[in-house]
């Protein structure tokens, strides 16, 4: 059966500086695999996903992601972070059944 | 515009109440979804429509039903059955790609 491990509850990042949220998922073959966000109180948005090719996946909002097969990974990154970017975000595995991981609750502190 | 609107955005109910939470699109996609969400447990999917009068149990059906007679609606009906029903509740659509509404919170009082 198909699940998404986020093994980090909530993170709290610097303003400026780097992030990355790890993202481990089970699944039989090639996975879909994507990463979404949410605001307090408000749906989920999609960031960026990958479905072949290649591995390095850019996103919207400065995000992107690395889809590692052998870690079974696909970790989020952004390079520098905002205030803004302070939310929950979701990891989500899956072809026409997406099935989410627990989501990364991100602080960012000034 | 096109999106996906879901009604009421907060909900009430007594113990013992059906409630219907409402969503529409007009992103004329086939797919629709009826994801629960509760604080630590991520997105749990409760029902889903592939195409118009068909619909599947999810992973937490239970005391959840659903129906599919436009393609633009997919209304989510939490029965007197469902032991826990304060969530919040997300609908999505999907064309490869998910896309979500704004939510629906219930509150059971």
């Known amino acids: 059966a198909q699940s998404v491990t986020q093994p980090d509850i909530h993170i709290t990042v610097s303003e400026g500086a780097s992030l990355e949220l790890r993202c481990n998922y089970s699944y039989g073959a090639t996975p879909y695999l994507f990463w979404y966000v949410q605001s307090p109180g408000q749906g989920l948005q999609l960031l960026l996903k990958y479905f072949s090719g290649d591995t390095l996946v850019q996103g919207i909002k400065g995000f992107e992601a690395e889809f590692k097969r052998s870690q079974s990974s696909f970790n989020l990154r952004k390079p520098s972070v905002h205030w803004s970017d302070a939310a929950e975000y979701f990891c989500g595995t899956g072809g026409f059944k997406t099935i989410f991981g627990a989501g990364t609750r991100l602080f960012v502190k000034a | 515009d096109g999106g996906i609107t879901q009604s009421p955005k907060y909900l009430f109910r007594k113990e013992g109440q059906n409630v219907t939470l409402s969503c529409e699109q007009n992103l004329n996609h086939d797919a629709m979804y009826w994801y629960r969400q509760d604080p630590g447990q991520g997105l749990r999917l409760i029902y889903y429509?592939?195409?118009?009068?068909?619909?599947q149990k999810g992973d937490i059906a239970e005391g959840y039903s659903v129906s599919r007679e436009k393609k633009e609606s997919f209304p989510l009906t939490v029965t007197s059955a469902q032991k826990n029903p304060t969530a919040f509740y997300l609908c999505?659509?999907?064309?490869?790609?998910?896309?979500f509404g704004e939510g629906s919170r219930l509150t059971v009082l």
């Open positions: 429509s592939q195409i118009v009068n068909d619909f």
């Open positions: 999505a659509t999907s064309n490869g790609e998910l896309f």
